[in-house]
């Protein structure tokens, strides 16, 4: 059917002007001409040929006759659209890449180099390109021994160094259709800042466990693991705390090493699953030094899974409450005995609720009480409480017993084993009491009398610390004792005035004689004692 139809007929209006400037271009030099002719049919539909045009001439060199192949390329137009598209795809993908991407052939020459991270190397996107590993890295024999063993199959991660600038490269080999391996990719990150804030971390917690191990408080540290806790970590403290045993502990469940508290155990285990802190003071036996202390623990939770213990050892402190809470008890009983003394005028109820006061406040249960005798330089006992028998009325020398040693030093004595005493008395061999003190009773600096309380408790001794409360007692106590002998003393001279007035009444009531001689003595024998 076209047989006789003109060839540019069958060309659309579009293309038809460049296929006239194609033809027209042919010539007895150039008389073949192949090219791409776009054709847009009805529909908008497009296809693509390909034409070969060939030029007739005769010998005069005109053109006789035109001769044109042509064939449908549609198909591989649209693949070779598709690859462009592509290309410019990875080009603009690759160029704004963070890292580093690069290809090699299996001669370690650049096929593409990409990526911002080229910068690092001195180069920008396609510079590599042409030129081999051996070329790039002359000057850095660690990076070519890497690149040239990733090529060789051997490697397929590594970490490089460019100027500083640290990368973490995954390198993966492609293959021919053959399945031969033609080439190498490689793919990098650019891990400066990572490393260097993980070298940044290291070194801080360097810092903080230097800091760790020398806090001048004891610290253990326990770890969770399967419902368990376990020793993990200690800082210096602890281990001398522990005489440096505490690293054989190291792995140690919480639950055996506090097996004996389990009040322990238990505030670990709640410190760790309401995630705060906690406190608890005790008093304990050390497993590790066999130690009785006193501490303090507190308990502080550390995400994700630790739980530290803080362990202070407050014994002294304790100790010190303790001994200041003993003061306290003991002048509160001194107050309350001296507002009991103070109430007795009478000095035989005086001398004996002194000495029953001085007994229990030492805590003790038995005692003695000697005034002392200046004309005759000797003791004699006034009151005895719980001696076994009633000592009242003995004598005792300077030096003899507790109580003479007292007389003879003036100051007080303590015997902590009297059953084999060299210096005690023969009257108090029979009796079975293990320690003793001695206190002397003084008014206005001379010596009035002492105070002796003893103890059978077989562990029992007289410290300093009972020494000083007994002398503030005695120094009330010798008090008391002239204030009733004062006011004893007092009622004398009243009495005697009575009687002296009242022998005064009788003789002036009477003019005779030896009635009022008689009287007087009647007065006087109220007042005056004679055989």
Wanted: glycine share 8%.
């Amino acid at each position: 059917d076209l047989i006789g139809t003109p060839f540019l007929n069958l060309v659309g209006e579009k293309e038809r002007e460049g296929v006239i400037k194609k033809v027209q271009s042919i010539s007895k030099d150039n008389p073949t001409l192949d090219y791409n002719l776009k054709v847009e049919l009805l529909g908008e539909e497009v296809t693509w040929e390909n034409w070969t045009d060939r030029g007739i001439f005769n010998e005069e060199g005109e053109l006789i006759e035109y001769q044109a192949v042509g064939r449908d390329i549609t198909s591989e137009k649209m693949i070779e659209n598709l690859l462009l598209e592509s290309s410019e795809m990875l080009n603009t993908l690759t160029a704004n890449a963070p890292g580093l991407i690069f290809l090699l052939d299996s001669n370690g020459e650049f096929l593409l180099s990409a990526g911002s991270g080229l910068s690092a190397l001195g180069y920008r996107a396609g510079e590599l390109v042409g030129q081999t590993i051996n070329d790039v890295f002359s000057a850095q024999p660690q990076n070519l021994k890497v690149i040239q063993s990733a090529l060789d199959g051997h490697l397929d991660r590594s970490e490089m160094s460019f100027n500083g600038s640290i990368f973490d490269i995954s390198f993966s080999p492609f293959h021919n259709s053959s399945g031969e391996r033609t080439g190498l990719i490689g793919i990098g990150t650019d891990t400066t800042d990572q490393l260097r804030a993980q070298q940044d971390l290291k070194a801080n917690q360097q810092v903080l466990r230097g800091i760790f191990k020398a806090v001048p408080a004891p610290f253990m540290v326990w770890q969770h693991m399967d419902g368990e806790f376990y020793l993990s970590d200690f800082n210096n403290e602890a281990a001398r705390m522990t005489d440096y045993k505490a690293k054989d502990f190291i792995g140690v469940p919480l639950s055996q090493y506090y097996a004996d508290l389990p009040e322990m155990v238990e505030d670990v285990h709640i410190c760790y699953k309401e995630q705060r802190q906690s406190k608890r003071e005790m008093n304990y036996l050390m497993r590790t030094t066999g130690k009785v202390m006193d501490a303090v623990l507190r308990l502080n939770f550390v995400p994700p899974d630790l739980v530290m213990v803080m362990q202070m050892d407050i014994t002294e402190q304790k100790t010190v409450e303790r001994n200041l809470q003993n003061r306290i008890d003991e002048l509160t009983a001194l107050r309350a005995t001296l507002t009991d003394i103070s109430s007795h005028l009478d000095l035989d109820e005086l001398l004996t609720s002194i000495l029953e006061r001085a007994v229990t406040l030492l805590g003790s249960a038995s005692g003695e009480l000697a005034l002392f005798d200046e004309g005759h330089d000797q003791l004699r006992i006034v009151a005895s409480y719980n001696m076994g028998r009633d000592y009242t009325g003995t004598i005792i020398p300077p030096g003899e017993g507790v109580m003479g040693r007292v007389l003879e030093a003036g100051k007080p004595v303590a015997v902590d084993n009297h059953a084999n005493w060299e210096g005690r008395m023969p009257e108090y061999s029979e009796i079975p009491w293990n320690a003793g003190i001695g206190i002397p009773l003084r008014q206005d600096g001379r010596m009035i009398g002492v105070i002796g309380v003893v103890t059978q408790e077989e562990d029992k001794v007289f410290s300093t610390s009972d020494a000083r409360l007994l002398m503030l007692f005695a120094q009330q106590a010798a008090i008391a004792i002239e204030n009733a002998n004062l006011f004893h003393a007092a009622e004398e001279r009243a009495s005697e005035a009575e009687t002296l007035a009242k022998a005064s009444a009788a003789v002036a009531s009477t003019l005779n004689q030896e009635e009022a001689i008689r009287r007087i003595l009647e007065q006087l024998l109220k007042v005056v004692s004679y055989d």
